[in-house]
C-alpha cells in the first residue's frame, strides 16, 4: 500500500524562509539609517531652540547666561546655564556622526537683562556622512545668530 504525503519539499520550505528573511531585513536596515539620519536633525533641533532659551533666560533672570563646549572623548556636549552655574535645558550630547569644533573661547555668553552677547562667536559643525559643514555665526549685540551651511569639499 502506498500512501502520498502531500506538503513542501525541503527546497521549497528553504525558500519560503529566505524570503522572509529578506523581507524582515531590509526594513531593518533601512530603519538603522533613518535613526541616525533623524538623531542628527533632532540635535541640531534641541540646539537652536536651547540658545534660544538660553537667551531668554538671560533676559528674564536679569543674569548673565552661557553656552558651553565640551570637546572630549567618546563624546562631545554643550551646557546650557547661567553664570552661576544653575542649569537652564539639559545638557545635549553630539551625536557620533557630527564633529563639533570649538569656539575661541569654548563658550558664547548672553548678557543679563537684554540678552546680547559682545562677542563675534562661531560654533561650527561638521556631517561628514552629508558632507556638510554648519556654522552659527552669533550677531554683535543682538544675541541672535546666522546659520550657514557649506559643502565639505
Do not use: W
Not at 35 to 40: G, H, N, R, S
Not at 112 to 129: E, H, M
Request: proline share 3%.
Amino acid at each position: 500500500m502506498t500512501s502520498f504525503y502531500k506538503g513542501f519539499t525541503l527546497i521549497e520550505s528553504l525558500l519560503v524562509l529566505f524570503v522572509i528573511s529578506v523581507f524582515l531585513a531590509v526594513p531593518t536596515i533601512v530603519v538603522k539609517d533613518s535613526v541616525a539620519e533623524l538623531e542628527v536633525a533632532r540635535f541640531f533641533e534641541c540646539f537652536e531652540k536651547s540658545m534660544l532659551a538660553t537667551q531668554q533666560a538671560a533676559i528674564l533672570e536679569n543674569k548673565e547666561s552661557r553656552v558651553d563646549q565640551f570637546i572630549v572623548e567618546p563624546q562631545s556636549f554643550i551646557r546650557f546655564k547661567f553664570a552661576t552655574g544653575a542649569e537652564i535645558v539639559p545638557t545635549l550630547y553630539v551625536p557620533e556622526e557630527i564633529t563639533m569644533f570649538p569656539t575661541e573661547n569654548t563658550y558664547v555668553a548672553f548678557s543679563g537683562g537684554v540678552g546680547t552677547n559682545s562677542r563675534l562667536q562661531t560654533i561650527t559643525f561638521d556631517y561628514a556622512k552629508e558632507n556638510k559643514r554648519i556654522k552659527y555665526h552669533f550677531l554683535l549685540g543682538k544675541g541672535h545668530y546666522d546659520k550657514e551651511i557649506t559643502s565639505l569639499k
